[in-house]
């Protein structure tokens, strides 16, 4: 693993939070996947059993599990809550999310090595996008966006990193950060 950039967790951390939100039980995201804490992906029973939840639930993560996956999808997180007793504790959810930014930091290096050579504003807005598209769509998916910030075209790499899918918001943040290339 790749060790995270202290100044770029810095960055990211807080942003990540207000974008994918925080919760403390499992939930179904947009895409039907069971999450917990910051946008962990759960795939299956044994990655909810692997989370560190608190002591004294009165269900097993993997029933929490089930339950979460058999209910409907396209809620708030907060719908949720009532499904399951198992929760988790703002440390453990920090530990992990900093866990797979580690991990999605290690994995974009792999798809992109020119990138821990880019300025941290342009590092966080490609982390970011990584984190949410995956770090082999970041090459695959985004050619033009991986071109111009090789040759530090930040303005062109502001304009290639949008997700249609994504939050306005998202996209915009991801923008700024590397319009804000250009004068460093």
Known sequence: MIPLPPDLADLLIPVQRDFEGVSAWMYLDAGGIVTAGVGHALYGP?????????????????????????????QLAKEYAALTSNRLSDDAIDTQHRADLTAKWTQLNASCPWVSGCPVPAQAALLDLSFQVGAE????????????????????????????????ARNQWRQWQLAACASQ
């Open 137 to 168: 769509e970041v090459k695959r998916g985004f050619p033009k966006l991986c071109a111009a910030c090789q040759v530090n075209d930040w303005a062109t790499a502001a304009q290639e990193v949008i997700v249609p899918a994504a939050q306005a």
């Open 46 to 74: 044994q990655d909810a059993a692997n989370m560190r939840w608190e002591p004294g639930a009165v269900t097993t993560p993997a029933d929490d599990y089930a339950a979460i996956k058999a209910a409907k999808a396209g």
